[in-house]
């Protein structure tokens, strides 16, 4: 990498606060950041410490106010999103590597299997019959592609990878390591004292711009479909059970798991670790706080945390309470002695 500060400002449409000659070698984080590099600060972490960066270029936010006393004496780039100003320039710095279009003489590619142009199927992938695959899709090594599977063009699987059959997936999706696409639900019913198996014979559909996270578990549906809907990020160890239904553009972090049925509207933020029974409804724009048990409806742009779940201002309170519930017994204990002295003495 070698840009001058003015050709970086042309690129991510910034204003110059300093020299526009200055050479920029490379990108780098905020706390490692070499006098040549470029970094950026979008939030209060870290412009309220500036001067704590070596960097020679930072990128901040077009709002932010600079300060004299900051003891930041570099350059900088004011844009609207500094982030994604900031990994556009990474993504020019490190390309993604180009791949041509073939398959590898170790793949086992089923009947009745249609390929897209410039498709990429790497070694050791298994693809069933009747499978269709977009143009520019890219399989990589271990893949595992059920019967009757469709997959979108510009989708990207990543090494071991089970994607079962029916399962349909979107156009530019991009599905992370060890992650299972189609597995049956848990779904059994007693007989005489036994689990019987329920057949699943659903299936999942996951729409366009999504990516899923590594080692995730998506269930078919028992009859009808699970579904993904576009944008959808999840993290990596989620599990989404059958015949759920998720909104468009909706994040779901790390070890979250969803119930059988439930529907997750647009937009919502479920945070990490968070458990949502069966048969429920989380509304649009809602936000589900790290370890929350949510146990029935969520209503639309509600905040709710704690378990069993509750709003996320009483459950603040509810916390500041649990530490001080030891203080408040012993105290408790002392107004019944006292109590029962003052009764004994009027008795």
């Not at 000659?21 to 905020?30: A, D, K, Q």
């Not at 930041?72 to 020019?92: Q, R």
């Not at 595992?144 to 990543?158: E, L, M, P």
């Not at 945390?305 to 603040?316: D, E, L, Y």
Request: charged fraction near 20%; hydrophobic fraction near 40%; aromatic fraction near 6%.
């Amino acid at each position: 990498m070698k840009f001058s500060v003015n050709e970086i400002a042309k690129i991510i449409q910034a204003e110059i606060i300093g020299d526009a000659y200055f050479i920029v070698t490379g990108v780098s984080s905020f706390e490692d950041a070499q006098p040549d590099d470029i970094t950026f600060a979008c939030d209060s972490k870290f412009l309220n410490r500036l001067d704590q960066t070596n960097a020679g270029v930072i990128i901040i936010p077009d709002t932010f106010s600079i300060e004299k006393e900051s003891g930041y004496n570099g350059i900088f780039l004011k844009t609207k999103n500094p982030k994604l100003s900031f990994f556009k320039l990474v993504s020019m710095v490190h390309p993604q590597k180009k791949y041509v279009g073939h398959v590898h003489s170790s793949a086992t590619i089923g009947k009745n299997v249609k390929i897209g142009k410039d498709t990429v199927i790497e070694s050791g992938v298994f693809i069933g019959d009747h499978v269709t695959l977009g143009d520019h899709v890219h399989l990589m090594p271990n893949v595992f592609i059920g019967d009757n599977a469709c997959i979108g063009s510009h989708t990207v699987i990543k090494p071991n990878v089970s994607i079962m059959e029916r399962s349909v997936i979107g156009s530019y999706v991009l599905v992370h390591s060890g992650t299972v696409i189609g597995s049956d639900g848990f779904g059994f019913t007693q007989s005489s004292g036994t689990h019987e198996k329920i057949i699943h014979t659903g299936y999942v559909q996951i729409k366009d711009h999504v990516e899923i996270g590594a080692c995730n578990t998506i269930d078919r549906g028992t009859l009808g479909m699970t579904v993904i809907g576009t944008g959808v990020k999840t993290d990596n160890l989620v599990h989404i059970a059958h015949n759920v239904k998720v909104g468009d553009n909706t994040l779901i972090v790390a070890q979250v798991g969803i119930a059988g049925s439930s529907i997750v509207g647009k937009n919502v933020i479920i945070a990490g670790k968070a458990g949502i029974s069966g048969h429920i409804k989380i509304g649009d724009g809602s936000i589900v706080g790290p370890y929350t048990g949510v146990h029935s409806d969520v209503g639309e742009n509600k905040i709710v945390s704690g378990i069993p779940h509750m709003p996320h201002g009483r459950w603040r309170k509810v916390v500041s309470i649990i530490s001080r519930l030891p203080e408040m017994r012993k105290k408790l204990f002392s107004f019944e002695k006292r109590l029962k002295e003052l009764e004994n003495k009027n008795e």
